[in-house]
Nanobody, 126 residues
Framework: QVQLVESGGGLVQAGGSLRLSCAAS????????MGWFRQAPAKEREYVAA????????HYADSVKGRFTISRDNAKNTVFLQMNGLQPEDTAVYYC???????????????????WGQGTQVTVSS
C-alpha cells in the first residue's frame, strides 16, 4: 500500500509561482515512477508531468512545458512540482500519483498509475 499526501496549493495571482509537494509512504519510493495530474471543475483529470525513478527522465504535457518542473528527492520520499508563470487556466485540483508496476518509460494516462493522493487546490486569479 502506498499513501500519497499533497501540499503546497493555494491562491496566487496570474504570473505567480507555487511549489507543490507530495510525500509518499513506504520504503521503496525510489522504485516508483511518479506523476502529477490535475482536474479543473467539470473537466476530466489530465496529465501534467511524470518523472523516472532516479529523476533522470521527465516528461511534460504541452500545456505546461517550459513553465512547470517536476523533481523528486528519494531520500525524503517526496516529489515536487514547481509551477511558474501560472495562468487562470491552471486552476485545478492537483494530484500526485505513483506507478509501481511500469518496467520502462513514463506513464501519461490515468490508468498507468495505481496510487493517488487526495489532491491540493491551486487557484490562479486574473
Amino acid at each position: 500500500q502506498v499513501q500519497l499526501v499533497e501540499s503546497g496549493g493555494g491562491l496566487v495571482q496570474a504570473g505567480g509561482s507555487l511549489r507543490l509537494s507530495c510525500a509518499a509512504s513506504g520504503r521503496t519510493f525510489s522504485s516508483y515512477l511518479m506523476g502529477w495530474f490535475r482536474q479543473a471543475p467539470a473537466k476530466e483529470r489530465e496529465y501534467v508531468a511524470a518523472i523516472s525513478r532516479n529523476g533522470g527522465s521527465t516528461h511534460y504535457a504541452d500545456s505546461v512545458k517550459g513553465r512547470f518542473t517536476i523533481s523528486r528527492d528519494n531520500a525524503k520520499n517526496t516529489v515536487f512540482l514547481q509551477m511558474n508563470g501560472l495562468q487562470p487556466e491552471d486552476t485545478a485540483v492537483y494530484y500526485c500519483a505513483a506507478d509501481v508496476f511500469r518496467f520502462a518509460g513514463l506513464g501519461t494516462r490515468r490508468s498507468d498509475y495505481e496510487y493517488w493522493g487526495q489532491g491540493t487546490q491551486v487557484t490562479v486569479s486574473s
